[in-house]
């Protein structure tokens, strides 16, 4: 089974433009979560979606936005890019069942630079 | 807000010692943590988890304590390896993670 991967791998942007990160999930996998990995921030969650819809939210501004597919890829958007999103972005899959408590399978992540 | 933090941002162990590495957490009404291996230029990886119903469980060389008297979480690693050389997160539901304690292997 081929795990969750990740595209692009590396993107380079300047302040202001805006990037779409995609993921695709495990296959069989409902659930995506995307988090923003920094150096001295561990991992910061970003949002959670679940069969197209978007069922858990972190503390990032409006310029983070996500979308996810019927066939449980999703993508993430970030607009008005600033130097501090520079970042490793990282996507997880998981079955997404009730509870929560399922083991998440990460993607090798976006490595974003914004200059 | 709530946080999820380790204790240490680093821990150098011998080869073949025991390891441990502990993480404090605020949230009490927290169900479930996971414990997370990150070894560079690589994603986390899924190391073991536990409910809020229970104090301890064990997987293969690691061990996961949970103390909810004094909102604790602990990872043992049995005859470290230097292949456990990573760091190594933990993490509040699948939401809250910690900044990681770097755990370095000496020969």
């Known amino acids: 089974k081929a795990g969750v991967t990740q595209t692009p791998r590396y993107l380079i942007k300047t302040r202001g433009q805006q990037v779409t990160l995609s993921c695709s999930p495990i296959s069989g996998h409902r659930s995506v979560s995307w988090y923003q990995q920094t150096p001295g921030q561990g991992l910061q969650f970003l949002f959670e979606?679940?069969?197209?819809?978007?069922?858990n939210k972190g503390n990032f501004p409006g310029r983070f936005s996500g979308r996810q597919f019927s066939n449980s890829r999703s993508e993430m958007n970030v607009s008005t890019l600033e130097l501090g999103d520079s970042a490793l972005y990282l996507c997880?899959?998981?079955?997404?069942?009730?509870?929560?408590?399922?083991?998440?399978?990460f993607g090798p992540g976006t490595r974003l630079t914004v200059l | 807000g709530e946080s999820v933090g380790l204790h240490l941002p680093t821990l150098s162990v011998q080869e073949g010692d025991n390891s441990i590495i502990n993480c404090a957490y605020s949230?009490?009404?927290?169900?479930?943590f996971i414990w997370y291996k990150q070894e560079s230029g690589k994603g986390p990886q899924f190391i073991i988890d536990i409910r809020s119903n229970m104090d301890k469980r064990q997987g293969q060389r690691v061990t996961v304590l949970l103390n909810k008297t004094v909102k604790h979480l602990s990872l043992q690693i049995a005859a470290t390896q230097p292949g456990d050389s990573a760091v190594y997160f933990c993490?509040?539901?699948?939401?809250?993670f910690g900044a990681g304690t770097t755990v370095t292997v000496r020969a």
């Open positions: 979606y679940f069969s197209e819809t978007q069922r």
């Open positions: 993490a509040e539901n699948l939401a809250s």
């Open positions: 949230n009490s009404a927290s169900d479930y």
């Open positions: 997880a899959s998981s079955l997404g069942s009730s509870g929560g408590a399922n083991e998440q399978f």
